[in-house]
């Protein structure tokens, strides 16, 4: 079945069993990221910032917005059900936020072959854009989900 399905069939058909597998990362379910929306190759995901978020300067730690962006990057690269990890990635931070804010982030599929497929993840709060992120992701054969096989 699954060499007859395109990706964005396989999205449709186990869309309920991938969101299920993607919420379950513990790390995720630490800071409190919860998941708002994913769509064949995109994902946004909220995080409220606490007192435990922030630097020495008083602004939310730069790796509390780096995982949110990256908790929405495993989950666009894994949307298909095929498993994808991280090669790089690259952050240009441009704005501080702060205990209480609501960042939210999105990734986008930029572009996807066989092997990789590379995102655009945005960081935002109320107050504009907090982040910006290029992210590539190698997709490895396996799928993470059980799919059905060819008769």
């Known amino acids: 079945m699954r060499n007859q399905l395109t990706d964005g069939m396989i999205h449709k058909k186990y869309y309920e069993q991938i969101c ?4 379950q990362d513990p790390f995720g379910r630490f800071l409190g990221i919860k998941l708002v929306e994913v769509g064949a190759g995109t994902a946004t995901a909220e995080l409220d910032v606490t007192a ?7 602004t939310t730690h730069g790796a509390v917005v780096f995982a949110l962006a990256d908790f929405v990057f495993a989950v666009a690269s894994n949307s298909y059900g095929k498993t994808s990890v991280a090669l790089s990635m690259n952050i240009g931070y441009l704005a501080a936020s702060y205990e209480g804010t609501r960042l939210r982030a999105t990734a986008v599929e930029e572009s996807r072959t066989n092997r990789t497929s ?4 945005r960081v935002e709060s109320d107050q504009g854009t ?3 992120l290029d992210a590539l992701a190698y997709r490895k054969n396996e799928y993470f989900i059980p799919m059905e096989q060819p008769e």
Request: glycine share 6%.
């Open 130 to 132: 907090v982040a910006i």
């Open 20 to 23: 299920e597998k993607v919420k």
């Open 118 to 121: 590379w995102y655009r993840i």
């Open 52 to 58: 435990d978020m922030l630097n020495a300067h008083g």
